[in-house]
């Protein structure tokens, strides 16, 4: 059977995002991923392996990764989806700003706008800008009929 390669390039993606991650948090810390793994508790294997191999397989476990954050106080690695969706969040809210919505609700009718744009935008992936544009003048007019009653 064929391998998937759909999921073989998220894996690959998804190392390139931990090493990236690493070698960024060296960076900042002036360590090396060696020093970085010792201090949190890691074998010293588990991040040099990772930045020297560009051909390394696996990706950070979620423990690694949750040691790490404890004990660096780092923010974890951010996955491009998550990227991508934290980024339309954003727009969503920046254009409901703009058009005066947010100022005319109350912060509950507000809060319970961004939580269901936030659940279509994750359920709508990448949406054409009118079927966004479509949701946001929904939003809106939503949010301005609220604050009349």
């Not at 800008?129 to 009653?149: C, D, M, N, Y």
Request: net charge positive; hydrophobic share 40%.
């Amino acid at each position: 059977m064929p391998k998937d390669e759909g999921s073989s390039n998220a894996a690959k993606e998804l190392v390139r995002l931990h090493r990236e991650w690493t070698l960024e948090i060296a960076r900042q810390l002036d360590l090396t991923p060696t020093q970085i793994a010792r201090q949190a508790g890691l074998a010293p294997t588990t991040l040099s392996r990772l930045v020297a191999d560009p051909d390394h397989q696996h990706a950070l476990s979620s423990t690694t990764i949750d040691k790490i954050v404890r004990k660096f106080g780092v923010s974890p690695p951010i996955s491009p989806d998550y990227k991508a969706f934290r980024e339309a969040v954003e727009q969503t809210v920046a254009a409901l700003h703009r058009r005066s919505a947010l100022q005319l609700a109350s912060p509950s009718d507000v809060a319970r706008a961004v939580v269901e744009l936030a659940d279509w935008l994750s359920k709508a992936g990448n949406g054409k800008a009118e079927q966004f544009e479509g949701v946001v003048s929904f939003e809106v007019e939503r949010l301005k009929t609220k604050r009349s009653t």
